[in-house]
Protein backbone atom coordinates (compact mmCIF):
# COMPACT_ATOMS: atom_id res chain seq x y z
CA UNK A 1 0.00 0.00 0.00
CA UNK A 2 0.90 3.39 -0.32
CA UNK A 3 -0.26 6.53 0.82
CA UNK A 4 1.10 9.98 0.68
CA UNK A 5 1.53 12.21 3.86
CA UNK A 6 1.44 15.40 2.27
CA UNK A 7 -2.08 14.70 0.46
CA UNK A 8 -3.43 13.09 3.83
CA UNK A 9 -5.88 15.77 5.40
CA UNK A 10 -6.83 14.53 9.03
CA UNK A 11 -4.16 13.85 11.69
CA UNK A 12 -3.22 10.33 10.90
CA UNK A 13 -2.80 7.72 13.61
CA UNK A 14 -1.76 4.71 12.85
CA UNK A 15 -0.46 1.40 15.03
CA UNK A 16 2.16 -1.29 13.53
CA UNK A 17 3.60 -4.45 14.69
CA UNK A 18 7.25 -2.54 12.99
CA UNK A 19 7.75 0.96 11.78
CA UNK A 20 10.81 1.42 9.54
CA UNK A 21 12.22 4.81 9.10
CA UNK A 22 13.97 5.65 5.73
CA UNK A 23 13.49 3.77 2.05
CA UNK A 24 16.87 3.39 1.67
CA UNK A 25 19.34 0.64 0.60
CA UNK A 26 18.84 -0.43 4.60
CA UNK A 27 14.95 0.39 5.00
CA UNK A 28 13.79 -1.19 1.85
CA UNK A 29 15.96 -4.70 2.35
CA UNK A 30 14.16 -4.83 5.42
CA UNK A 31 10.89 -3.91 4.20
CA UNK A 32 11.32 -6.42 1.26
CA UNK A 33 12.21 -9.16 4.12
CA UNK A 34 8.67 -8.61 5.76
CA UNK A 35 6.47 -8.70 2.18
CA UNK A 36 5.18 -11.94 2.96
CA UNK A 37 5.69 -12.01 7.24
CA UNK A 38 2.08 -11.27 7.80
CA UNK A 39 2.71 -8.42 10.20
CA UNK A 40 1.71 -4.65 9.81
CA UNK A 41 4.83 -2.76 8.68
CA UNK A 42 4.63 1.03 7.71
CA UNK A 43 7.84 2.48 5.94
CA UNK A 44 8.29 6.07 6.33
CA UNK A 45 10.00 8.20 3.66
CA UNK A 46 10.88 11.54 3.92
CA UNK A 47 10.50 12.04 0.25
CA UNK A 48 8.69 11.16 -2.56
CA UNK A 49 9.08 8.63 -5.63
CA UNK A 50 11.35 10.84 -7.20
CA UNK A 51 13.89 13.68 -6.52
CA UNK A 52 12.35 17.06 -5.24
CA UNK A 53 14.56 20.17 -4.19
CA UNK A 54 12.41 21.46 -1.46
CA UNK A 55 13.24 17.85 0.30
CA UNK A 56 16.56 17.73 -0.61
CA UNK A 57 17.62 20.82 1.23
CA UNK A 58 16.50 19.02 4.58
CA UNK A 59 19.78 17.29 4.27
CA UNK A 60 21.57 20.71 4.60
CA UNK A 61 24.46 20.79 6.70
CA UNK A 62 27.39 22.07 7.78
CA UNK A 63 31.27 20.52 7.18
CA UNK A 64 33.86 22.12 9.99
CA UNK A 65 36.58 19.02 9.77
CA UNK A 66 38.99 17.76 7.13
CA UNK A 67 37.63 18.93 3.52
CA UNK A 68 34.67 16.81 2.41
CA UNK A 69 32.15 17.04 -0.19
CA UNK A 70 28.94 19.70 0.69
CA UNK A 71 26.53 17.52 2.92
CA UNK A 72 23.67 17.62 0.21
CA UNK A 73 25.54 16.32 -2.37
CA UNK A 74 26.34 13.37 -0.59
CA UNK A 75 23.03 11.64 0.19
CA UNK A 76 19.88 11.53 -1.15
CA UNK A 77 16.64 12.35 0.35
CA UNK A 78 13.38 10.46 -1.47
CA UNK A 79 12.25 6.97 -1.71
CA UNK A 80 15.08 4.79 -2.99
CA UNK A 81 17.56 6.88 -0.63
CA UNK A 82 21.17 7.04 -1.89
CA UNK A 83 20.42 3.96 -3.93
CA UNK A 84 19.62 6.33 -6.64
CA UNK A 85 22.73 7.18 -7.41
CA UNK A 86 25.58 5.15 -6.02
CA UNK A 87 27.89 3.45 -7.72
CA UNK A 88 27.11 -0.85 -7.70
CA UNK A 89 30.84 -1.30 -6.13
CA UNK A 90 30.55 -4.42 -4.19
CA UNK A 91 32.26 -6.56 -1.56
CA UNK A 92 32.01 -7.87 1.92
CA UNK A 93 33.71 -6.25 5.03
CA UNK A 94 37.05 -9.06 5.21
CA UNK A 95 37.55 -11.16 8.49
CA UNK A 96 39.89 -8.80 10.01
CA UNK A 97 37.64 -6.16 10.26
CA UNK A 98 35.64 -7.71 12.79
CA UNK A 99 38.78 -8.33 15.25
CA UNK A 100 40.00 -6.02 17.39
CA UNK A 101 43.08 -5.25 16.69
CA UNK A 102 45.78 -3.95 19.31
CA UNK A 103 46.63 -0.94 16.47
CA UNK A 104 43.49 0.02 15.95
CA UNK A 105 42.17 1.83 18.79
CA UNK A 106 38.07 1.18 19.30
CA UNK A 107 38.07 -1.31 17.38
CA UNK A 108 36.39 -4.92 17.44
CA UNK A 109 33.18 -5.84 16.83
CA UNK A 110 30.67 -7.77 19.14
CA UNK A 111 29.71 -10.37 15.95
CA UNK A 112 31.73 -12.30 14.26
CA UNK A 113 32.74 -11.95 10.67
CA UNK A 114 30.99 -15.95 10.40
CA UNK A 115 27.86 -14.54 12.08
CA UNK A 116 27.81 -11.66 9.06
CA UNK A 117 28.60 -13.63 6.34
CA UNK A 118 25.70 -15.93 6.92
CA UNK A 119 23.64 -12.93 5.34
CA UNK A 120 25.90 -12.45 2.32
CA UNK A 121 23.70 -14.19 -0.15
CA UNK A 122 20.48 -12.72 0.70
CA UNK A 123 22.21 -8.97 0.62
CA UNK A 124 23.87 -9.95 -2.58
CA UNK A 125 20.56 -10.40 -4.20
CA UNK A 126 19.15 -7.31 -2.92
CA UNK A 127 21.78 -5.27 -5.10
CA UNK A 128 21.28 -8.35 -8.22
CA UNK A 129 24.97 -9.69 -8.06
CA UNK A 130 25.70 -12.82 -8.31
CA UNK A 131 25.88 -15.45 -4.96
CA UNK A 132 28.56 -17.50 -6.40
CA UNK A 133 31.85 -17.63 -4.46
CA UNK A 134 34.10 -14.69 -2.72
CA UNK A 135 37.18 -16.22 -3.42
CA UNK A 136 38.86 -14.34 -6.30
CA UNK A 137 40.73 -17.86 -7.77
CA UNK A 138 37.81 -19.92 -7.59
CA UNK A 139 35.75 -16.95 -9.61
CA UNK A 140 37.45 -16.61 -12.60
CA UNK A 141 38.93 -19.89 -12.81
CA UNK A 142 38.51 -20.42 -16.64
CA UNK A 143 38.10 -16.73 -17.63
CA UNK A 144 40.55 -16.00 -20.25
CA UNK A 145 43.01 -13.14 -19.63
CA UNK A 146 42.19 -12.62 -16.26
CA UNK A 147 45.68 -12.60 -14.78
CA UNK A 148 45.92 -11.30 -11.10
CA UNK A 149 49.72 -10.17 -10.63
CA UNK A 150 51.99 -13.23 -9.39
CA UNK A 151 52.44 -11.26 -5.57
CA UNK A 152 52.89 -13.30 -2.22
CA UNK A 153 49.23 -13.64 -1.24
CA UNK A 154 50.49 -13.34 2.59
CA UNK A 155 51.40 -10.08 1.73
CA UNK A 156 49.34 -8.83 -1.19
CA UNK A 157 46.51 -9.81 -2.83
CA UNK A 158 43.82 -9.52 -5.33
CA UNK A 159 40.36 -8.93 -4.33
CA UNK A 160 37.06 -9.75 -6.09
CA UNK A 161 34.70 -6.88 -6.58
CA UNK A 162 31.21 -7.63 -8.28
CA UNK A 163 29.24 -4.93 -9.78
CA UNK A 164 25.37 -3.87 -8.87
CA UNK A 165 23.66 -2.79 -11.85
CA UNK A 166 23.97 -0.69 -10.05
CA UNK A 167 20.33 -1.29 -8.37
CA UNK A 168 18.15 2.01 -7.98
CA UNK A 169 16.51 0.51 -4.92
CA UNK A 170 13.17 3.19 -5.57
CA UNK A 171 12.90 1.65 -8.84
CA UNK A 172 13.38 -1.84 -8.39
CA UNK A 173 11.39 -2.66 -5.22
CA UNK A 174 8.76 0.40 -4.93
CA UNK A 175 6.43 -2.08 -7.07
CA UNK A 176 5.85 -4.90 -4.76
CA UNK A 177 6.29 -2.32 -1.54
CA UNK A 178 3.16 -0.65 -3.07
CA UNK A 179 1.55 -3.77 -3.81
CA UNK A 180 2.23 -5.51 -0.60
CA UNK A 181 -1.11 -5.64 1.55
CA UNK A 182 1.00 -6.11 5.12
CA UNK A 183 3.49 -3.00 4.55
CA UNK A 184 2.60 0.53 4.32
CA UNK A 185 4.92 3.17 2.46
CA UNK A 186 4.25 6.82 3.77
CA UNK A 187 6.01 9.21 1.11
CA UNK A 188 6.50 12.57 2.64
CA UNK A 189 6.60 11.67 5.57
CA UNK A 190 9.74 13.26 7.93
CA UNK A 191 10.58 11.27 10.89
CA UNK A 192 10.79 14.42 13.61
CA UNK A 193 9.60 13.10 17.38
CA UNK A 194 10.45 10.26 18.94
CA UNK A 195 8.44 9.49 22.08
CA UNK A 196 9.76 7.20 24.96
CA UNK A 197 7.60 6.05 27.69
CA UNK A 198 7.83 7.80 31.31
CA UNK A 199 10.69 5.74 32.19
CA UNK A 200 12.56 6.36 29.04
CA UNK A 201 13.05 2.27 28.32
CA UNK A 202 10.39 2.46 25.18
CA UNK A 203 9.75 4.27 22.37
CA UNK A 204 5.93 4.64 23.03
CA UNK A 205 5.08 6.77 19.00
CA UNK A 206 7.07 8.63 16.50
CA UNK A 207 5.91 11.63 14.62
CA UNK A 208 6.60 12.49 10.99
CA UNK A 209 5.54 15.15 9.31
CA UNK A 210 5.52 16.37 5.74
CA UNK A 211 6.72 19.95 4.46
CA UNK A 212 3.50 21.66 3.97
CA UNK A 213 2.49 20.61 7.45
CA UNK A 214 0.70 17.59 7.58
CA UNK A 215 1.71 15.12 10.89
CA UNK A 216 1.26 11.33 11.68
CA UNK A 217 1.55 9.61 14.54
CA UNK A 218 3.06 5.81 14.34
CA UNK A 219 3.00 3.68 17.54
CA UNK A 220 4.54 0.80 17.09
CA UNK A 221 5.95 -2.56 18.69
CA UNK A 222 9.35 -2.23 17.46
CA UNK A 223 10.91 0.97 15.40
CA UNK A 224 14.19 0.81 12.80
CA UNK A 225 15.97 4.00 12.28
CA UNK A 226 17.10 3.39 8.63
CA UNK A 227 18.06 6.91 7.40
CA UNK A 228 21.76 6.79 6.71
CA UNK A 229 24.38 7.44 9.60
CA UNK A 230 24.19 11.29 9.66
CA UNK A 231 20.54 11.65 10.12
CA UNK A 232 20.13 8.81 12.34
CA UNK A 233 22.45 10.35 14.71
CA UNK A 234 21.40 13.60 13.77
CA UNK A 235 17.45 12.16 15.06
CA UNK A 236 18.78 10.77 18.08
CA UNK A 237 20.85 13.92 19.37
CA UNK A 238 17.37 16.21 18.07
CA UNK A 239 15.04 14.28 20.34
CA UNK A 240 16.42 15.50 23.56
CA UNK A 241 13.18 16.31 25.53
CA UNK A 242 13.25 13.30 27.25
CA UNK A 243 17.08 12.26 27.57
CA UNK A 244 18.92 15.77 27.34
CA UNK A 245 21.57 14.67 26.02
CA UNK A 246 19.62 12.64 23.46
CA UNK A 247 18.25 9.46 22.67
CA UNK A 248 20.76 6.34 23.14
CA UNK A 249 23.37 9.16 24.13
CA UNK A 250 23.93 8.46 28.21
CA UNK A 251 27.81 8.31 27.41
CA UNK A 252 27.66 10.94 24.70
CA UNK A 253 28.65 8.27 22.25
CA UNK A 254 26.04 9.06 19.54
CA UNK A 255 27.34 10.98 16.37
CA UNK A 256 31.02 10.24 17.42
CA UNK A 257 33.50 7.81 15.39
CA UNK A 258 32.53 9.23 12.17
CA UNK A 259 34.46 7.41 9.54
CA UNK A 260 34.74 7.46 5.86
CA UNK A 261 36.84 5.90 3.65
CA UNK A 262 39.34 7.63 2.39
CA UNK A 263 39.58 7.66 -1.16
CA UNK A 264 43.21 9.23 -3.05
CA UNK A 265 45.56 8.83 -5.58
CA UNK A 266 48.70 7.56 -4.48
CA UNK A 267 51.30 5.64 -6.29
CA UNK A 268 52.26 4.11 -9.45
CA UNK A 269 53.55 0.51 -10.20
CA UNK A 270 55.67 -0.43 -13.39
CA UNK A 271 55.51 -3.62 -14.10
CA UNK A 272 58.55 -5.63 -15.68
CA UNK A 273 56.77 -7.33 -17.92
CA UNK A 274 53.69 -6.91 -20.02
CA UNK A 275 50.80 -9.01 -18.86
CA UNK A 276 46.91 -8.58 -19.80
CA UNK A 277 45.70 -6.36 -16.76
CA UNK A 278 42.12 -7.34 -17.79
CA UNK A 279 41.22 -8.35 -14.08
CA UNK A 280 41.73 -4.69 -12.75
CA UNK A 281 40.66 -2.95 -15.78
CA UNK A 282 37.22 -0.04 -14.83
CA UNK A 283 34.91 0.13 -17.11
CA UNK A 284 31.59 1.50 -15.56
CA UNK A 285 28.20 -0.47 -15.96
CA UNK A 286 30.22 -2.45 -18.97
CA UNK A 287 31.73 -5.14 -16.28
CA UNK A 288 30.34 -7.45 -13.45
CA UNK A 289 33.20 -7.62 -11.47
CA UNK A 290 36.95 -6.58 -10.97
CA UNK A 291 39.96 -6.67 -8.33
CA UNK A 292 41.73 -4.64 -6.35
CA UNK A 293 45.22 -5.13 -5.08
CA UNK A 294 44.55 -5.85 -1.30
CA UNK A 295 46.99 -6.09 1.82
CA UNK A 296 46.57 -9.38 3.15
CA UNK A 297 45.24 -9.69 6.72
CA UNK A 298 48.70 -11.37 7.99
CA UNK A 299 50.27 -8.14 6.66
CA UNK A 300 48.01 -5.81 8.04
CA UNK A 301 48.53 -7.32 11.40
CA UNK A 302 52.60 -7.82 11.19
CA UNK A 303 52.89 -3.97 10.50
CA UNK A 304 50.06 -2.67 12.22
CA UNK A 305 48.66 -1.31 8.69
CA UNK A 306 44.73 -0.33 8.68
CA UNK A 307 42.70 -2.36 5.67
CA UNK A 308 43.53 -0.98 2.30
CA UNK A 309 42.59 -1.85 -1.16
CA UNK A 310 44.34 0.03 -4.02
CA UNK A 311 42.73 -0.07 -8.05
CA UNK A 312 44.97 0.24 -10.90
CA UNK A 313 44.46 2.18 -13.70
CA UNK A 314 46.54 2.24 -16.91
CA UNK A 315 48.51 5.97 -16.07
CA UNK A 316 48.12 7.28 -19.36
CA UNK A 317 44.70 6.96 -19.20
CA UNK A 318 43.89 8.22 -15.74
CA UNK A 319 42.96 11.50 -15.08
CA UNK A 320 44.29 13.95 -12.93
CA UNK A 321 41.33 13.92 -10.25
CA UNK A 322 41.08 17.52 -9.99
CA UNK A 323 37.69 16.78 -10.59
CA UNK A 324 36.95 15.59 -7.44
CA UNK A 325 37.35 19.23 -6.29
CA UNK A 326 34.59 20.79 -8.87
CA UNK A 327 31.70 18.47 -7.79
CA UNK A 328 28.84 20.52 -6.95
CA UNK A 329 27.56 21.40 -4.03
CA UNK A 330 24.51 21.78 -3.97
CA UNK A 331 21.86 18.96 -3.82
CA UNK A 332 20.02 19.10 -7.01
CA UNK A 333 22.91 20.23 -9.19
CA UNK A 334 24.59 17.07 -7.60
CA UNK A 335 21.87 14.99 -8.48
CA UNK A 336 21.75 16.12 -12.25
CA UNK A 337 25.10 15.51 -12.27
CA UNK A 338 25.26 11.95 -11.14
CA UNK A 339 22.12 11.15 -13.31
CA UNK A 340 24.15 12.43 -16.52
CA UNK A 341 27.20 11.02 -16.05
CA UNK A 342 25.97 7.76 -15.92
CA UNK A 343 23.32 7.82 -19.23
CA UNK A 344 26.81 9.38 -20.68
CA UNK A 345 28.73 6.25 -19.71
CA UNK A 346 26.05 3.74 -20.05
CA UNK A 347 25.57 4.78 -23.28
CA UNK A 348 29.08 4.41 -24.63
CA UNK A 349 30.21 1.20 -26.29
CA UNK A 350 32.47 -1.19 -23.64
CA UNK A 351 36.71 0.06 -23.54
CA UNK A 352 38.53 -1.42 -26.12
CA UNK A 353 41.23 -1.09 -24.09
CA UNK A 354 44.32 -3.99 -24.33
CA UNK A 355 45.62 -3.79 -21.12
CA UNK A 356 48.88 -5.86 -22.25
CA UNK A 357 50.04 -2.41 -23.81
CA UNK A 358 50.77 -0.74 -20.76
CA UNK A 359 53.36 -1.30 -18.05
CA UNK A 360 52.20 1.85 -16.01
CA UNK A 361 49.25 1.83 -13.36
CA UNK A 362 47.97 4.61 -11.63
CA UNK A 363 46.89 3.70 -7.63
CA UNK A 364 43.93 5.15 -6.92
CA UNK A 365 43.38 3.74 -3.00
CA UNK A 366 40.08 2.90 -0.59
CA UNK A 367 41.02 2.59 3.06
CA UNK A 368 39.53 1.91 6.60
CA UNK A 369 39.50 4.78 8.58
CA UNK A 370 40.22 4.26 12.38
CA UNK A 371 37.68 4.39 14.87
CA UNK A 372 38.41 8.32 16.34
CA UNK A 373 35.95 10.14 18.83
CA UNK A 374 36.48 13.09 17.75
CA UNK A 375 35.23 12.96 13.94
CA UNK A 376 31.45 13.33 14.76
CA UNK A 377 28.27 14.84 14.20
CA UNK A 378 26.80 17.42 16.40
CA UNK A 379 23.77 19.95 16.16
CA UNK A 380 23.72 23.16 14.58
CA UNK A 381 21.77 26.08 16.24
CA UNK A 382 20.30 26.19 12.81
CA UNK A 383 17.39 24.64 11.49
CA UNK A 384 15.74 23.14 8.77
CA UNK A 385 12.25 23.40 7.50
CA UNK A 386 10.48 21.14 9.71
CA UNK A 387 12.42 23.16 12.73
CA UNK A 388 15.00 20.40 13.37
CA UNK A 389 18.47 21.37 14.01
CA UNK A 390 20.86 20.93 11.13
CA UNK A 391 23.67 18.72 11.40
CA UNK A 392 27.27 19.75 11.75
CA UNK A 393 30.10 17.01 10.12
CA UNK A 394 33.55 17.46 11.85
CA UNK A 395 36.01 14.42 9.67
CA UNK A 396 38.95 14.23 11.47
CA UNK A 397 41.85 11.89 10.28
CA UNK A 398 44.62 10.32 12.55
CA UNK A 399 48.27 9.93 12.19
CA UNK A 400 47.03 6.10 11.42
CA UNK A 401 45.48 6.67 8.11
CA UNK A 402 48.72 8.52 6.99
CA UNK A 403 51.42 5.79 8.81
CA UNK A 404 49.17 2.96 7.39
CA UNK A 405 49.49 4.35 3.46
CA UNK A 406 53.28 4.88 3.98
CA UNK A 407 53.70 1.45 5.10
CA UNK A 408 51.32 -0.22 2.39
CA UNK A 409 53.51 1.86 -0.20
CA UNK A 410 56.76 0.54 1.13
CA UNK A 411 55.77 -2.98 1.17
CA UNK A 412 54.33 -3.49 -1.78
CA UNK A 413 57.18 -1.81 -3.63
CA UNK A 414 59.27 -4.21 -1.61
CA UNK A 415 56.87 -6.80 -2.28
CA UNK A 416 57.10 -5.96 -6.04
CA UNK A 417 61.00 -6.68 -5.70
CA UNK A 418 60.83 -9.83 -4.22
CA UNK A 419 58.15 -11.12 -6.40
CA UNK A 420 59.98 -9.93 -9.84
CA UNK A 421 56.98 -8.12 -10.93
CA UNK A 422 57.82 -4.50 -11.02
CA UNK A 423 58.82 -1.24 -9.20
CA UNK A 424 57.01 1.00 -7.36
CA UNK A 425 56.98 4.99 -7.34
CA UNK A 426 54.49 7.64 -4.68
CA UNK A 427 54.63 11.15 -4.18
CA UNK A 428 56.42 13.03 -1.94
CA UNK A 429 53.43 12.89 0.98
CA UNK A 430 52.95 9.30 0.71
CA UNK A 431 56.36 8.61 2.53
CA UNK A 432 56.57 11.88 4.07
CA UNK A 433 53.41 11.69 6.81
CA UNK A 434 54.48 15.40 7.76
CA UNK A 435 53.19 16.73 4.81
CA UNK A 436 49.44 17.87 4.08
CA UNK A 437 46.71 15.73 2.47
CA UNK A 438 47.19 16.01 -1.12
CA UNK A 439 44.11 18.57 -2.21
CA UNK A 440 42.72 15.78 -4.20
CA UNK A 441 41.91 13.87 -0.88
CA UNK A 442 38.36 12.37 -1.17
CA UNK A 443 35.72 9.61 0.17
CA UNK A 444 33.86 7.01 -1.03
CA UNK A 445 30.61 9.46 0.16
CA UNK A 446 30.72 6.17 2.64
CA UNK A 447 28.89 7.62 6.16
CA UNK A 448 30.08 4.82 9.10
CA UNK A 449 29.96 4.54 12.46
CA UNK A 450 27.80 7.30 14.30
CA UNK A 451 25.45 4.89 16.17
CA UNK A 452 28.41 2.38 16.45
CA UNK A 453 27.73 -1.38 17.56
CA UNK A 454 29.19 -2.70 21.23
CA UNK A 455 28.13 -4.47 24.18
CA UNK A 456 29.51 -2.17 26.36
CA UNK A 457 26.82 0.47 26.53
CA UNK A 458 30.19 3.00 27.31
CA UNK A 459 31.74 2.21 24.08
CA UNK A 460 28.99 1.73 21.78
CA UNK A 461 25.59 3.31 21.22
CA UNK A 462 23.62 -0.16 19.65
CA UNK A 463 24.14 -3.74 20.97
CA UNK A 464 25.15 -7.04 18.67
CA UNK A 465 21.79 -7.03 18.01
CA UNK A 466 21.53 -3.23 16.55
CA UNK A 467 19.02 -2.49 19.16
CA UNK A 468 19.74 0.84 21.59
CA UNK A 469 21.51 0.29 24.63
CA UNK A 470 18.50 0.73 27.33
CA UNK A 471 15.50 0.69 24.55
CA UNK A 472 14.59 -2.09 23.93
CA UNK A 473 12.12 -1.17 20.86
CA UNK A 474 14.41 0.67 19.29
CA UNK A 475 16.89 -0.39 16.38
CA UNK A 476 19.05 0.93 13.83
CA UNK A 477 19.94 0.16 10.16
CA UNK A 478 22.97 0.60 8.33
CA UNK A 479 26.23 1.90 8.32
CA UNK A 480 25.87 3.87 11.39
CA UNK A 481 25.98 0.28 13.27
CA UNK A 482 29.91 -0.23 11.58
CA UNK A 483 32.22 -0.43 14.83
CA UNK A 484 35.14 0.06 12.37
CA UNK A 485 35.10 0.39 8.97
CA UNK A 486 37.21 -1.96 6.61
CA UNK A 487 37.91 -0.59 3.33
CA UNK A 488 35.11 -2.16 1.47
CA UNK A 489 32.75 0.05 -0.31
CA UNK A 490 29.94 -0.21 2.82
CA UNK A 491 26.37 -1.24 0.83
CA UNK A 492 26.40 -4.70 0.35
CA UNK A 493 27.68 -5.04 4.27
CA UNK A 494 25.42 -3.37 5.76
CA UNK A 495 22.41 -4.39 3.61
CA UNK A 496 24.17 -8.11 5.27
CA UNK A 497 23.62 -6.63 8.90
CA UNK A 498 19.89 -5.04 8.57
CA UNK A 499 18.71 -8.54 7.15
CA UNK A 500 20.77 -9.83 10.28
CA UNK A 501 18.58 -7.48 12.74
CA UNK A 502 15.54 -7.80 10.36
CA UNK A 503 15.62 -11.88 11.01
CA UNK A 504 16.14 -11.49 14.92
CA UNK A 505 13.19 -8.47 14.98
CA UNK A 506 11.18 -11.44 13.40
CA UNK A 507 11.66 -13.69 16.04
CA UNK A 508 10.68 -10.87 18.46
CA UNK A 509 7.27 -9.76 16.80
CA UNK A 510 6.57 -13.10 16.10
CA UNK A 511 6.75 -14.45 19.83
CA UNK B 1 51.16 -22.67 -15.18
CA UNK B 2 51.60 -22.79 -11.88
CA UNK B 3 52.25 -19.07 -10.72
CA UNK B 4 54.49 -18.37 -7.91
CA UNK B 5 50.98 -16.89 -6.12
CA UNK B 6 49.12 -20.16 -6.52
CA UNK B 7 52.29 -22.10 -5.34
CA UNK B 8 52.32 -19.78 -2.19
CA UNK B 9 48.81 -20.52 -1.54
CA UNK B 10 48.94 -23.94 -1.73
CA UNK B 11 51.99 -23.96 1.15
CA UNK B 12 51.92 -21.11 3.37
CA UNK B 13 54.62 -22.75 5.45
CA UNK B 14 56.72 -20.16 5.73
CA UNK B 15 59.77 -22.42 5.90
CA UNK B 16 58.98 -23.85 1.88
CA UNK B 17 58.47 -20.03 0.84
CA UNK B 18 61.59 -18.32 2.74
CA UNK B 19 64.34 -20.30 0.30
CA UNK B 20 62.02 -19.27 -2.78
CA UNK B 21 61.98 -15.68 -1.80
CA UNK B 22 65.85 -16.04 -1.22
CA UNK B 23 66.35 -16.99 -5.01
CA UNK B 24 64.30 -14.53 -6.37
CA UNK B 25 66.29 -11.99 -3.94
CA UNK B 26 69.96 -12.80 -4.71
CA UNK B 27 69.66 -12.52 -8.62
CA UNK B 28 69.79 -8.57 -8.58
CA UNK B 29 68.73 -7.17 -11.55
CA UNK B 30 71.17 -3.66 -12.23
CA UNK B 31 69.34 -2.54 -15.15
CA UNK B 32 66.92 0.02 -14.16
CA UNK B 33 66.46 1.84 -17.85
CA UNK B 34 63.00 -0.19 -18.26
CA UNK B 35 61.17 1.84 -15.55
CA UNK B 36 63.56 4.64 -15.14
CA UNK B 37 63.92 7.54 -17.35
CA UNK B 38 67.23 9.36 -17.31
CA UNK B 39 66.18 12.60 -15.58
CA UNK B 40 64.97 10.35 -12.82
CA UNK B 41 68.12 7.85 -12.97
CA UNK B 42 70.24 10.90 -12.05
CA UNK B 43 68.18 12.46 -9.75
CA UNK B 44 68.22 9.02 -7.74
CA UNK B 45 72.12 9.18 -8.29
CA UNK B 46 72.44 12.42 -6.80
CA UNK B 47 70.09 11.69 -3.99
CA UNK B 48 71.85 8.81 -3.14
CA UNK B 49 75.48 10.08 -3.49
CA UNK B 50 74.21 12.83 -0.77
CA UNK B 51 72.32 10.41 1.39
CA UNK B 52 68.96 11.51 1.14
CA UNK B 53 66.76 8.52 1.53
CA UNK B 54 65.71 5.67 3.58
CA UNK B 55 66.75 2.32 4.42
CA UNK B 56 63.41 -0.35 4.33
CA UNK B 57 65.21 -3.02 4.85
CA UNK B 58 68.98 -4.29 4.64
CA UNK B 59 68.75 -3.79 0.38
CA UNK B 60 65.70 -2.03 -0.53
CA UNK B 61 65.33 1.74 0.37
CA UNK B 62 63.10 4.38 -0.55
CA UNK B 63 64.65 6.90 -2.62
CA UNK B 64 63.29 10.75 -4.77
CA UNK B 65 59.72 8.67 -4.32
CA UNK B 66 60.91 5.00 -5.83
CA UNK B 67 61.55 1.90 -4.02
CA UNK B 68 64.54 0.41 -5.01
CA UNK B 69 67.16 -2.27 -4.40
CA UNK B 70 70.44 -0.69 -3.40
CA UNK B 71 72.23 -2.34 -6.47
CA UNK B 72 70.17 -0.20 -8.33
CA UNK B 73 71.07 2.73 -6.33
CA UNK B 74 74.50 2.13 -7.39
CA UNK B 75 74.14 2.01 -10.61
CA UNK B 76 71.84 5.58 -10.67
CA UNK B 77 75.09 7.25 -8.62
CA UNK B 78 77.55 5.34 -11.33
CA UNK B 79 75.52 6.94 -14.10
CA UNK B 80 75.50 10.60 -11.99
CA UNK B 81 78.69 10.51 -11.31
CA UNK B 82 79.81 9.67 -15.14
CA UNK B 83 77.44 12.58 -16.32
CA UNK B 84 78.65 14.89 -13.57
C1 LIG C 1 27.86 9.25 -5.46
C2 LIG C 1 27.77 8.05 -4.57
C3 LIG C 1 28.29 6.82 -4.99
C4 LIG C 1 28.22 5.71 -4.16
N1 LIG C 1 28.72 4.53 -4.61
C5 LIG C 1 28.71 3.44 -3.81
C6 LIG C 1 29.22 2.20 -4.27
O1 LIG C 1 29.67 2.08 -5.41
N2 LIG C 1 29.19 1.14 -3.42
C7 LIG C 1 28.70 1.23 -2.15
O2 LIG C 1 28.73 0.24 -1.43
N3 LIG C 1 28.18 2.40 -1.71
C8 LIG C 1 28.16 3.50 -2.49
N4 LIG C 1 27.63 4.68 -2.05
C9 LIG C 1 27.05 4.71 -0.69
C10 LIG C 1 25.62 4.16 -0.68
O3 LIG C 1 24.80 4.96 -1.46
C11 LIG C 1 25.13 4.11 0.76
O4 LIG C 1 26.01 3.25 1.50
C12 LIG C 1 23.72 3.57 0.94
O5 LIG C 1 22.81 4.20 0.10
C13 LIG C 1 23.31 3.78 2.39
O6 LIG C 1 22.05 3.18 2.60
P1 LIG C 1 21.09 3.69 3.76
O7 LIG C 1 19.80 3.02 3.56
O8 LIG C 1 21.77 3.59 5.06
O9 LIG C 1 20.95 5.27 3.48
P2 LIG C 1 20.27 5.99 2.25
O10 LIG C 1 20.36 5.16 1.05
O11 LIG C 1 20.84 7.36 2.20
O12 LIG C 1 18.72 6.06 2.64
C14 LIG C 1 18.25 6.80 3.72
C15 LIG C 1 16.78 7.09 3.48
O13 LIG C 1 16.25 7.71 4.66
C16 LIG C 1 15.38 8.78 4.28
N5 LIG C 1 15.30 9.71 5.40
C17 LIG C 1 16.25 10.57 5.82
N6 LIG C 1 15.77 11.28 6.86
C18 LIG C 1 14.52 10.86 7.09
C19 LIG C 1 13.50 11.22 8.04
N7 LIG C 1 13.71 12.15 8.96
N8 LIG C 1 12.34 10.57 7.98
C20 LIG C 1 12.09 9.60 7.06
N9 LIG C 1 13.00 9.24 6.15
C21 LIG C 1 14.21 9.85 6.18
C22 LIG C 1 16.05 9.34 3.04
O14 LIG C 1 15.14 10.11 2.28
C23 LIG C 1 16.52 8.07 2.34
O15 LIG C 1 15.55 7.56 1.50
C24 LIG C 1 27.65 5.81 -2.86
C25 LIG C 1 27.11 7.04 -2.45
C26 LIG C 1 27.16 8.14 -3.30
C27 LIG C 1 26.58 9.44 -2.83
Redesign the pocket.
Known sequence: MHKDLATLTNQHTVTCDLCI???????ISMAMDWLDAGKNVVL????GFEFDVETQS?NNGTNIGQRYYALPA??????????M??????TPLDPIDFEARPYVLHSGWPISFTEFAAFLPAASKMVEIDNETWDLDTYIAGKENYTPLDLNPSVYYSKLFKFSP?TRFGTKYRKALVASTSITVYTH????DITLDEEGKVVEKVQ?KSLNGNKMTISANHYVL????I?NAR?LLVNNKQHKQGIGNHNDLVGRYFMEHPEVKTGQIFLKRPQSMKLYFFDYTKIKMYSELAIAEAAQRAHGILNVTAALHPKKLSGDWAWINKLPEDGKESYDF?VQAEKQISASPPSDVDTKKYLAYQMQIRMEQSPNPNSRITLDSKKDKLGIAEPILNWQLTELERNSIKDMHTLLGKELIQSDVGRLHAPEWVFDTSLEWPATLGG????LGTTRMHNDPKKGVVDANCTIHGINNLHV???SCFTTAGAA????S?IALTLRLSKHLKQLITK | MITRRMFMRSCSLSAVFLPVLACVTEDKETDVTWFLSETEITAIGKAYAQNSFSFIDKDMLVISGWVITLAEAEVCKKKYLESA
Open positions: VGAGAAGLEAGLTRLRFFGGTTHWGGYCPANLTAAMGAQMWGWHHAGSNPTLL
